[in-house]
């Protein structure tokens, strides 16, 4: 007759299944969150009907096919560095990080559970705009790969900027500057205004921000379908390099 054994048997769980577990619960917070789903879905959404339906920008070729790439790089922009600035800027001030640092979870299980679940969120907010986009008549073009490796890059990069300003500042700074920096470059990026509608002398300037070097990417690719966008890559790497270098070297758990 067979005998079941029923001693417990301490242990953590293997580290995928932590990060899992973990990025699981990180991306309900997020989808669960009023606050971060007007963030990453209800504002993208109304800028890409608002600006591609009514004449309020002076674009060549299709509104909608300007418009989309800008939304998409939006959207990467404020899962990826604005709601997760401040979502990890409370959960520093709260004593979320300092309990989660005494699980059997290491800090880059967590860190590596953080970007699926942001890259998760951002899967959604993909398929979610690029539908939008196709009922408005959206035509996309240009070699799919290109655009999962400018996203994955402004992931990167919007990711290091997000925790190191969650890891150096007090969550209301936090919380106003990644809302600040946020309306900057939406209007600064190239999102849904021309770069050519700016001055000539700030255009370079303007081009080495990470929310344009994106949304140029994205744009030369989807709308022009453009080759390998090696410039954008570039921008986007030194700003992936930078900071998630700094934050690696200044982030505070506590």
């Not at 674009?59 to 800008?70: A, D, K, L, Q, Y």
């Not at 996203?151 to 936090?174: D, I, K």
Request: glycine share 12%; hydrophobic share 55%.
């Amino acid at each position: 007759m067979t005998t079941l054994d029923f001693s417990p048997r301490p242990g953590a769980a293997p580290l995928p299944r932590m990060v899992l577990a973990q990025a699981g619960a990180e991306a309900r917070a997020m989808l669960r969150n009023g606050e971060q789903l007007l963030l990453t879905l209800i504002i993208p959404i109304l800028l890409l009907v608002g600006f591609s339906q009514a004449a309020l920008i002076d674009v060549e070729g299709s509104r909608i096919g300007f418009v989309t790439p800008g939304i998409l790089a939006l959207a990467v922009m404020s899962t990826a560095f604005t709601g997760q600035a401040i979502a990890t800027g409370f959960e520093r001030r709260y004593g979320v990080l300092k309990r989660l640092g005494a699980t059997p979870l290491s800090r880059a299980g967590l860190l590596l559970a953080k970007t699926c679940a942001v890259i998760a969120v951002e899967i959604i907010q993909v398929v979610v705009i690029g539908a939008v986009a196709l009922a408005l008549g959206w035509s996309p073009h240009g070699n799919p790969l290109w655009v999962i490796l400018l996203v994955l890059l402004g992931t990167a990069a919007f990711s290091g900027l997000g925790l190191l300003m969650a890891g150096t500042l007090r969550a209301e700074a936090t919380l106003a500057g990644a809302n600040l920096v946020y309306l900057v470059l939406l209007g600064l990026g190239g999102v849904v205004f021309p770069l050519t509608k700016f001055p000539s002398g700030i255009q370079p300037i303007l081009e080495l921000l990470p929310i344009t070097a994106l949304t140029q990417g994205m744009r030369s690719v989807l709308e022009n379908g453009a080759g390998f966008p090696t410039g954008p890559v570039i921008v986007l790497l030194c700003w992936t390099v930078a900071g998630l270098g700094l934050a690696a070297r200044t982030f505070r758990w506590e």
